[in-house]
Each structure stands twice: as structure tokens, then as C-alpha cells.
T-cell receptor, first 116, second 110 residues
Framework: GAVVSQHPSRVICKSGTSVKIECRSL??????MFWYRQFPKQSLMLMAT?????????EQGVEKDKFLINHASLTLSTLTVTSAHPEDSSFYIC????????????FGPGTRLTVL | DAKTTQPTSMDCAEGRAANLPCNHS???????VYWYRQIHSQGPQYIIH???NNETNEMASLIITEDRKSSTLILPHATLRDTAVYYC???????????FGGGTRLMVKP
């Protein structure tokens, strides 16, 4: 199956700092990537849809100025959490689907963000 | 909101078949049924998907009712490593977002 990677897998930062999370499709090209977050004991919640070469589409309640998304190529999307606060501590997961493949999406392993 | 309803949890004996049901009575004609699973602290893993016909792959089988209002994921010989939360999702094809519900927490016991 297709492989999606995320970096870093785990990050701890101080309140007020910014954190960048990378999502890469390793063996396929993805026009669209999705960013989710998951709080403890909850399901995944879609944050935004990232399209290569255009602005991301954010879900209601997700601040676009706080969660900056860049999708500069068909294999890389980045999520930057700006001025992170403890309430941003969560598990961030990306997914991608083949540009010219099947209908299934493939998920990254997730990034655990802890803001102190 | 998720368009699917799943039992919150299920148990299964190791080596037996695990049958996980899902109701999706408002599914649209262009929507697929997807199954994913999430093992603790990992990203979701794709299992299988189908539109109308039953499907089988090396991981599982998917049985979709004729009216498409419900489906069952079958893990033919459950192992301890199949313990996970299983999500049933209905969504259009490639490039469309997936809306996750609560899923079913499957516990495979020795």
C-alpha cells in the first residue's frame, strides 16, 4: 500500500512557540492532503483540506491564522501551529490520496504535540 | 456529522471470526463504504472499501447489503494484533474528506 510519513513523530514545545509538522507521500503523488487532530479518547476531527498550489480549506472553528497549511508540491504538505498553547496539545494526523489511483486515502503515523 | 452508526465496543475470541456491523441508512448513490482501523497512538490504517458488491482482500471481507443501508466487516481469524478501533465511513471517491464517527473498539481476547 501507499506510504505517508510525518515528521516529527513527537514534539514538546513551550507555550508561545511555533511548531511545523511535515506530511509526505513517499511513493505516490497527492493533489489533496487532509489534516486531522485527535484529542484523547476522541475520534479524528478534520481540520483542513490542503490542495497543491492553492489555499487550504479550513473546517468551521479552525483558525486559519493559527494553523498555517502549505502544500507546495504533490508530495509535501506542512502544518504550522503558530503561538502554540497547551490546549493545542493533540495528536495531529495527515492523509493523502493518489493523484491517479484508487479511492482510498492513506494516513500518516501521526505527530504527538505537547505544549507546556 | 458521521453518517454511520456502529456499536461502541465488541469482544472476539482469538482465532474466531470478528464481524463488525455498520449502519449507513442515508448513504448516497455515489458514496463508498470505507473501513479503517486505528491501533492506539497510530494513524488510521486502510482496510477495505466497497460500493455495491462484496469485497475481499488479504485483511478482511466486506459484506454490503443489497439496499446498501448497512454493511459488515469480517476479520476471518482475529488475532491479538487486531485489537483496535474500527471505523466505518461513507464518502464519495478520491479526493474527498472522510468524516470519522466513534467507531467500534474491538478487543480480541486469548
Amino acid at each position: 500500500g501507499a506510504v505517508v510519513s510525518q515528521h516529527p513523530s513527537r514534539v514538546i514545545c513551550k507555550s508561545g512557540t511555533s511548531v511545523k509538522i511535515e506530511c509526505r507521500s513517499l511513493d505516490f503523488q497527492a493533489t489533496t492532503m487532509f489534516w486531522y487532530r485527535q484529542f484523547p479518547k476522541q475520534s479524528l476531527m478534520l481540520m483542513a483540506t490542503s490542495n497543491e498550489g492553492s489555499k487550504a480549506t479550513y473546517e468551521q472553528g479552525v483558525e486559519k491564522d493559527k494553523f498555517l497549511i502549505n502544500h507546495a508540491s504533490l508530495t509535501l504538505s506542512t502544518l504550522t501551529v503558530t503561538s502554540a498553547h497547551p490546549e493545542d496539545s493533540s495528536f495531529y494526523i495527515c492523509s493523502a490520496s493518489h493523484l491517479a489511483g484508487g479511492v482510498e486515502q492513506f494516513f500518516g503515523p501521526g505527530t504527538r504535540l505537547t505544549v507546556l | 456529522d458521521a453518517k454511520t452508526t456502529q456499536p461502541t465496543s465488541m469482544d472476539c475470541a482469538e482465532g474466531r471470526a470478528a464481524n463488525l456491523p455498520c449502519n449507513h441508512s442515508t448513504i448516497s448513490g455515489n458514496e463508498y463504504v470505507y473501513w479503517y482501523r486505528q491501533i492506539h497512538s497510530q494513524g488510521p490504517q486502510y482496510i477495505i472499501h466497497g460500493l455495491k458488491n462484496n469485497e475481499t482482500n488479504e485483511m478482511a471481507s466486506l459484506i454490503i447489503t443489497e439496499d446498501r443501508k448497512s454493511s459488515t466487516l469480517i476479520l476471518p481469524h482475529a488475532t491479538l494484533r487486531d485489537t483496535a478501533v474500527y471505523y466505518c465511513i461513507v464518502a464519495p471517491g478520491a479526493g474527498n474528506m472522510l468524516t470519522f464517527g466513534g467507531g467500534t473498539r474491538l478487543m480480541v481476547k486469548p
